[in-house]
């Protein structure tokens, strides 16, 4: 551009539009270079694009008005309108782009007879052999810049004192309201709007930057396997990241005028789905992956495709709980595991995400099952069951007991190891008044067994009693042998 060749300029332009035709900078670049080099109307229709894309941009609205007001105004000053009118309107008959621009305020100087809103329609003109039958809507010449010729031709006076034949007349058709173009129903086919992937009418439908429409959860499951379009494979990696799934508006409409029974049943299944999805009390999603305890912090990389939709059915069905249990050779999972309440998640780019869970409850594994990838089962909450009298008594004795004791052994690790327990799993949690208060029993026990260096048959083996004497008791154990074992 600095070196006038403006040429080079559009090519380079139109070379940023081809790979990023979404990007309102490449369209302005392209603009300005169009109209550095003469060619106004193109450099028009670049400049609508970056108003479209971008509608808050001033600059461009003013390039866009300047040469709008340069068209309009040799539109009046010359009496051919015949054959100037359809050359400057051919480029702008979006009339809601144009709509955009009334927003700007006019500068300083318009005159009083200038400052109303014209609403011109050029119907029939005739130019020779030819005839314009289109009606042209110029809408909101108020705001524009209006050159000074233009402000001295169009007066109040100049109106009354030309013939009738070349007033301007009122369009009363463009200020009524807008006449509906009906389609005939033997013309409507419910497989033009059919998702591909789940061969089901569309359903929150969305459109990737390559222009292809899907069901919004049928999107997102193929993206959790490769960020690619389903159909012409194009790249969708930017389009992931962004997470932008807008629902293509205009699909929605044309469902809801032509095909509202079938979108009725449409909502009617997937709402029965998320209702199915939604009921812990049938059957839990379950994470295999690690041993999970109540009330302990959880925290899980998410990456596989399987579980990346289980984590967003729990988010969309409002539940945020799943089950985790670790991995068995014969039927898959173990027989037992924790429930995980999700706190927090954070997505990366690329679709993977951290999420933060906390352990609630115990459960045992009635029938184990399996849907779209990820495990599920069939599920019964563990209680502990409570000691009463003289069991009682002997149950709190062994409780503070056991406490003193797994406060002792914390104390005694070295400092880098305590802060790095402490950073992970936190602090020791205080005794409870009362070791039964609680359906899983005291915290400090579930965090000192996350704590100690067990396997996880042990841990699971644990986890699985319901008495919390048979619990403190298996602890005491370890604590005594993780004592003996550590060098002095």
């Given at each position: 551009m600095e070196m006038k060749n403006f040429s080079q300029a559009i090519k380079d332009g139109d070379t940023m539009c081809q790979l990023r035709p979404l990007w309102p900078r490449a369209h302005y670049i392209k603009a300005t270079?169009?109209?550095?080099?003469?060619s106004s109307e193109e450099a028009l229709q670049?400049?609508?694009?970056?108003?479209?894309?971008?509608?808050?941009?001033?600059?461009?609205?003013?390039?866009?008005?300047?040469?709008?007001?340069?068209?309009?105004?040799?539109?009046?000053?010359?009496?051919?309108?015949?054959?100037?009118?359809?050359?400057?309107?051919?480029?702008?008959?979006?009339?809601?782009?144009?709509?955009?621009l009334n927003t700007i305020i006019?500068?300083?100087?318009?005159?009083?007879?200038?400052?109303?809103d014209l609403t011109l329609s050029c119907s029939k003109i005739k130019d020779g052999n030819s005839q314009l039958s289109e009606n042209v809507n110029c809408v909101g010449l108020s705001s524009l810049f209006i050159p000074p010729v233009l402000k001295r031709k169009w007066t109040e006076n100049s109106k009354q004192s030309e013939p009738p034949s070349k007033q301007l007349k009122e369009d009363h058709v463009f200020s009524s309201a807008v006449v509906k173009r009906q389609v005939p129903l033997q013309l409507l086919d419910n497989a033009d709007f059919e998702c591909s992937l789940c061969m089901r009418l569309f359903?929150?439908?969305?459109?990737?930057?390559?222009?292809?429409?899907?069901?919004?959860?049928?999107?997102?499951?193929?993206?959790?396997?490769?960020?690619?379009?389903?159909?012409?494979?194009?790249?969708?990696?930017?389009?992931?990241?962004?997470?932008?799934?807008?629902?293509?508006?205009?699909?929605?409409?044309?469902?809801?005028q032509?095909?509202?029974d079938e979108l009725t049943e449409r909502r009617k299944v997937y709402e029965e789905e998320m209702k199915e999805l939604s009921n812990l009390n049938q059957e839990v999603p379950?994470?295999?992956?690690?041993?999970?305890?109540?009330?302990?912090?959880?925290?899980?990389?998410?990456?596989?495709?399987?579980?990346?939709?289980?984590?967003?059915?729990?988010?969309?069905?409002?539940?945020?709980?799943?089950?985790?249990?670790?991995?068995?050779?014969l039927k898959g999972f173990a027989d037992h595991g924790c429930m995980l309440a999700v706190r927090d998640v954070k997505f990366f780019p690329d679709g993977?995400?951290?999420?933060?869970?906390?352990?609630?409850?115990?459960?045992?594994?009635?029938?184990?099952?399996?849907?779209?990838?990820?495990?599920?089962?069939?599920?019964?909450?563990?209680?502990?069951?409570?000691?009463?009298?003289?069991?009682?008594?002997?149950?709190?004795?062994?409780?503070?007991?056991?406490?003193?004791?797994?406060?002792?052994?914390?104390?005694?690790l070295k400092d880098d190891m305590k802060n790095q327990i402490i950073s992970h799993f936190g602090p020791l949690p205080v005794k409870d008044p009362d070791p039964q208060g609680k359906p899983n029993g005291p915290a400090w026990c579930w965090w000192l067994l996350a704590v100690l260096p067990l396997?996880?048959?042990?841990?699971?083996?644990?986890?699985?009693?319901?008495?919390?004497?048979?619990?403190?008791?298996?602890?005491?154990?370890?604590l005594i042998f993780v004592t003996r074992k550590r060098p002095r």
């Open positions: 270079a169009l109209r550095s080099a003469g670049e400049y609508l694009f970056c108003a479209a894309l971008k509608p808050d941009w001033i600059a461009v609205k003013l390039e866009a008005q300047k040469i709008l007001s340069h068209m309009f105004s040799s539109v009046f000053v010359n009496d051919g309108l015949a054959t100037s009118l359809p050359a400057c309107t051919s480029r702008i008959k979006p009339t809601s782009l144009l709509s955009s006019p500068r300083d100087g318009t005159k009083a007879g200038c400052s109303k359903y929150e439908p969305v459109t990737t930057p390559c222009g292809h429409t899907f069901c919004l959860k049928c999107l997102e499951r193929c993206l959790d396997h490769n960020p690619n379009c389903p159909l012409c494979k194009e790249n969708l990696s930017e389009y992931l990241a962004t997470r932008a799934y807008c629902k293509t508006l205009l699909i929605e409409e044309l469902l809801q032509y095909l509202s379950i994470f295999v992956c690690t041993m999970a305890f109540p009330t302990i912090p959880c925290p899980l990389h998410v990456f596989e495709p399987r579980y990346r939709l289980m984590i967003r059915r729990s988010l969309e069905t409002g539940t945020k709980q799943f089950g985790m249990c670790i991995a068995d050779e993977r995400s951290v999420v933060d869970t906390i352990g609630i409850a115990r459960f045992k594994v009635l029938s184990h099952g399996q849907r779209d990838g990820y495990h599920t089962a069939k599920i019964e909450y563990l209680e502990d069951k409570k000691a009463e009298g003289e069991d009682l008594t002997e149950l709190l004795k062994l409780h503070d007991s056991v406490y003193d004791q797994a406060m002792a052994w914390f104390t005694s396997e996880n048959k042990a841990q699971l083996t644990i986890l699985a009693m319901n008495t919390l004497k048979g619990r403190l008791i298996a602890i005491r154990r370890v």
